[in-house]
């Protein structure tokens, strides 16, 4: 069964306290997989897509990298503006065209 | 601004009723999707369109949910005798060429 696990559901760092967030992931076919910031009530900001295993991409704090089963989104030293809900995808090729698969995200709180 | 725009925003409506959602993709993207998305969850895929096809269609869209994508441009969303099972956020992306979905600030539906 296709299926997408982000861990942990919330994480509450101080500002400058550094971590990662984990996405696994089981579907078969895999193109490409795909980070996302949600802010509450808006819709999904693409952040990064990562295409093969050992790739990895960056941006100000965040760094993301993909292995063959699981990906990291590793914040480095956060500010308060990071907090967001980050959701992890993964897109599969179907007969019908990309597909992709969501995880449920985790809410991430920076503390000043 | 040439992002994907979604109307309204948010719309309260009394069970019974029919509502209408309009998605606008961007506009050299011929790939649009449809996900419902509720508090604490990833967003669920409901359709998606290929040009003016409607090439897959989620077991979640039950006969009360139509889709449409008119000459291959925007697209509409239609929920017919709405329930309150039915509030949550409606969510238009749309893809590039090289798969990256695009979201829309989405669609807030609240049935009572």
């Known amino acids: 069964e296709d299926q997408v696990t982000q861990s942990p559901e919330a994480l509450r760092l101080q500002e400058g306290e550094s971590s990662s967030l984990n996405c696994s992931y089981t579907?078969?076919?895999?193109?490409?997989l795909f980070w996302y910031r949600q802010d509450p009530g808006k819709g999904p900001e693409f952040l990064f897509t990562?295409?093969?295993a050992g790739e990895e991409k960056e941006k100000e704090r965040l760094k993301a990298t993909l292995t063959k089963k699981e990906s990291f989104l590793h914040i480095t030293a956060p500010k308060p503006e990071d907090s967001a809900t980050y959701l992890c995808a993964v897109q599969a090729l179907r007969n019908t065209g990309n597909q992709f698969y969501f995880g449920t995200g985790t809410s991430l709180t920076v503390i000043p | 601004d040439t992002g994907v725009s979604q109307d309204p925003r948010h719309k309260i409506t009394k069970r019974g009723q029919n509502v209408t959602f309009r998605c606008d993709p961007i506009?050299?993207?011929?790939?649009l999707y449809w996900y419902r998305q509720t508090l604490g969850q990833g967003p669920e895929f409901l359709t998606y369109f290929q040009n003016e096809a409607q090439l897959e269609k989620s077991r979640l869209l039950s006969d009360r949910f139509s889709a449409e994508r008119p000459k291959g441009s925007f697209s509409t969303l239609e929920i017919q005798r709405t329930e309150q099972g039915d509030s949550a956020m409606y969510l238009c992306?749309?893809?590039?060429?090289?798969?990256?979905?695009?979201f829309g600030e989405g669609s807030r539906l609240t049935v009572l």
């Open positions: 579907v078969s076919g895999l193109r490409g």
């Open positions: 990562l295409y093969s």
């Open positions: 992306a749309s893809s590039s060429p090289w798969g990256e979905l695009f």
């Open positions: 506009s050299e993207h011929n790939r």
